[in-house]
């Protein structure tokens, strides 16, 4: 069996995914998708960027858009505190990976790191505060996107990725693996904070980002802003769903910026705090384990992502096709 | 029993309720109400009204401001045909009733006339259209309101209101009666356009309006709209619910505007075309009658109403008391 | 313009669909889908008939299960006296069309006809009555289905179909149209009641059957259908949805049951009851009538229907190919 | 500032709350409660218990019904491993407060102890797992609740329960304060799991369980459980709501079991985890506290709770009477 032991005393506290930096051509053109109609706040605005929130969250930023290239920056975690930091930064030095203190605005000390992969990685412990939006009810607008949940990324070495992640702390909760008489890690959902994923990986051309997964309250909130998308310009945005996956139980939509960044709008999913949660097991051969409800999804969805800047994009290890269609 | 039978064959063919006319003090705060708040779509704004549209409604108005005593100045239907209006005057006439052809802005040919208790009815067969926002989902606001749906009235004499709108075609879904040996009506509601009323009147110191009922499409707009009037200073605009009525199955929140009109928000009722369709009787000593879920219902929701300009207010026929609560 | 104007004083008066008769092949694998999954309640069981209503429904059927081939036997409607029936025997007669009064258990004189395309059609007045459920919230199951809505057909000439309903009094809400120098008719929504529609026509191999469509409070019951079908071995009936339609605004989902029967879930369409309500128009150019939200219908949905026992189905008139993905 | 330091290495790893036990009269009646009408699954049934778990627990039970006395016999929590277990005895006995090992069917080892209030305590790390029903829809039955997410407790002394809590480990996340010049905390809610709560105290006559929290995807399932309880026998069991908590931002309802055990369905609060995540402090004088829609709670909900069996009932250290209604 693939799934590596979870670790319950890892080297430095990673307490969930908290942001990412999307590099985007035209900020404008970006604030009216996250912003105007997903329904983002903005919670400051330079020349090169702009920073948003979603409702109930507290922290300043849980997405950069930055004029840039259209890649990935950073995927940003928030650990438990400032000692963590430096134990992180000497836990990734004594593996010979790249690790650095950066400076960031409206963050505390932060250090970018990247798995032996090459994903690029960010970790602080403090960020400049902002003020929930939860009860400002008046204020909602389009998805009512309520907080950051999960990034989800394509490896080209899925077993490589959950070992080093399950070193970090990340538990699975839910995997689907190929049938062979020897079978491989297709994909894993991995979590810190208690639900399904915090951070997930499927094979494929990689390293890229397949996608971020935002939470929204009820399934209402995403059937709305189908709606919304469909009648104000967004409909070629709507790249897959409304829909179930079998896989953690998410009625998820899922969206693209206009650089192609994925969003995926979600609710639905599960606690898994406890330590003795088992993972689920999922086979390549079940159409189900994509979507409850037999949905082929577009082949964009199987082979498009965020590439990371200055990051070889490399050929998966695992060659076979996925059934993904009732 | 009490409840007259329906007539097929009317004096002249009501199609539905179709808009009211409120005096208010302030055009601007009702207009941060009905439109800001609520989400109404404003039609036209002149110096002394402004006209209000739900977001399926192609009729040029369902709710009119006006600049006025704080009281309701018309209750609107919608009529078959240019020849309906004529034979509603001609049938108001020939029993003594009020009845005169006036001129509205926006509406064709206009009839005002009076009830046999003297609340003021408005007539008209066309109306200037407009643009439906049913599928401008990018423009739905507050609790996306999509149409009129009925008014409920007190009156002093519930059989005689009956009465005279069962004559007009009107025809009764639900109704409660007292628990004498020889029971009387104490609240009806009839209909015309095949749901649960058009119009609905109950035992009170009247003619008086005790409310416009409009439309929702799901109990969850009513919930959205709860918080966001708590949460941007219409507080105290919330007077009843939200809950759920026995009668008509209404989910139901009741508001009041800034110069003490109410609105219901409702949605959850059910079809009653058919012509053979049977009353539901309640008897007044049935509390779920009022709220499926046992909540009592405020003493001002008992008591009152916006007047009707010049139209004196006589004591109610029946004294009993109802049960309100479990 | 190809739509006919609507006739506000039919041959006789129907009020609405109120009930369809399905061949089936096995009772109680049926029973099984539409009583247990679905939801409908069983008020009558025969030997070789099953009785079902939905939840508000106090008339006794609004679906007959008949062991039978997998034909489409009946589209009943609801008219609005006993009077009107013997009209309607007269205008079928005057016409040439087959029109005779034939028993049917649990309605009072019933009348079976033809349209000119062959469509068997059974008009009523007086149907046996049994309990609403519609506050026996207790016993809701599966999809909570309120009513029967309508009933949509394919036929070779929708030209011909909408003319002769229109005779009888049904009034056409949303149309597709051939984009042609002379546009021909593609498929026409037309009402009694007052929504969007009682019966509708596309054009196609027919007079067949395409679906009934079945209403629900909120979009939420069908999310749940969804879930619920699809893990109790009914996801090879799913066949397309859940979506939303540009046409109607319908908020869908499409079944097919054991024999094929196709039955629409849906909600969220608006109020159609004023004789001045424009029709809506669309073009077969615009991939949005079918699905707001883009997603293209599986090939089934197009080509499949129930035929009607004895009627020929004919080549369709046009031959165009909507456009039906984004 | 009287909300003690969060601690962030605590003597033992509390997980989260996960069960609780309660005596009840007559075990079928509970049932029909918890299973028929709520909708909890029978994990397993025994002459004088049974035991219930919730749609996505994988825990053999959340819920304990046990014949006895109506008493609240044990508030459990899941605790991080078997060492944690030993960790945890060494501590209550060296803060000399009562701690033993006790047989539990289904769980693993247990250890039985009390606050320094007298509250009943029950750890253990291991119990039996059952299937998640999750996805098997078809069986959601009521309320289709999905887990227990907090327990909630009148204490007479809520600064002591606090700072012993604290020290356990638990984080403040929302409290209430009197407004004197030396302000006290009235009422404190304290979270491990990652969301607004596992535990929360009250200032009142205690210690007593006030109610447990169960948790469900939306708010229509609220609703829908409003519905079935008013029309299944259960209206006298709904003691307060539906509604919105300020504090915690809760959509929830009130329900009374068939012993006076009180249970809060709920749904709508949000993420926690950050380790600096501020308290959000709220004052007496604030009724929207209570509810943002200004609906006040019966007396009963203010006086009434489930004793814990010999443990005697103190009278509570503040005396402040919170404001509760607008």
């Not at 079940?286 to 964009?300: K, M, N, V, Y």
Request: aromatic content about 12%.
């Amino acid at each position: 069996m693939p799934i590596p032991k979870p670790i319950f005393n890892p080297p430095f506290n990673v307490i969930r995914v908290s942001h990412v930096e999307f590099g985007v051509s035209d900020l404008e053109r970006s604030r009216a998708f996250y912003a105007d109609c997903l329904g983002y706040a903005v919670t400051a605005t330079y020349k090169d960027a702009i920073h948003l929130r979603a409702i109930e969250e507290r922290n300043h930023h849980s997405i950069i858009l930055k004029k840039a290239d259209a890649k990935a920056r950073a995927l940003g975690f928030k650990i438990g505190s400032e000692e963590d930091l430096d134990r992180a930064k000497h836990w990734f030095e004594k593996k010979g990976l790249p690790a650095k203190f950066v400076e960031v605005p409206h963050q505390g000390r932060t250090l970018h790191a990247s798995d032996p992969l090459g994903m690029p990685l960010e970790f602080y412990f403090s960020m400049d505060q902002a003020d929930s939006l939860l009860q400002k009810y008046g204020e909602h607008r389009g998805a009512r996107i309520q907080r950051i949940d999960h990034v989800n990324c394509f490896t080209p070495d899925v077993q490589a990725s959950v070992d080093f992640y399950t070193e970090l702390g990340f538990r699975a909760t839910e995997y689907t693996e190929t049938e062979d008489a020897d079978p491989k890690l297709w994909a894993v959902w991995m979590h810190r904070k208690g639900n399904v994923h915090d951070l997930a990986f499927t094979n494929g051309y990689g390293p890229k980002l397949h996608h971020i997964g935002v939470w929204t309250a009820t399934p209402m909130d995403i059937l709305n802003i189908c709606d919304v998308m469909a009648t104000t310009g967004f409909l070629k945005n709507m790249e897959r769903g409304p829909g179930r996956h079998g896989i953690s139980n998410a009625f998820f939509l899922y969206v693209r910026d206009p650089d192609g960044h994925r969003v995926e709008l979600f609710t639905s999913d599960y606690l898994t705090a406890d330590p003795d949660h088992a993972p689920v097991r999922w086979t390549l051969r079940d159409p189900q384990r994509q979507t409850l409800w037999g949905h082929p999804a577009p082949q964009s969805w199987f082979e498009e992502g965020s590439e990371f800047p200055g990051v070889a994009v490399r050929e998966p290890a695992l060659k076979a096709q996925p059934i993904v269609a009732r």
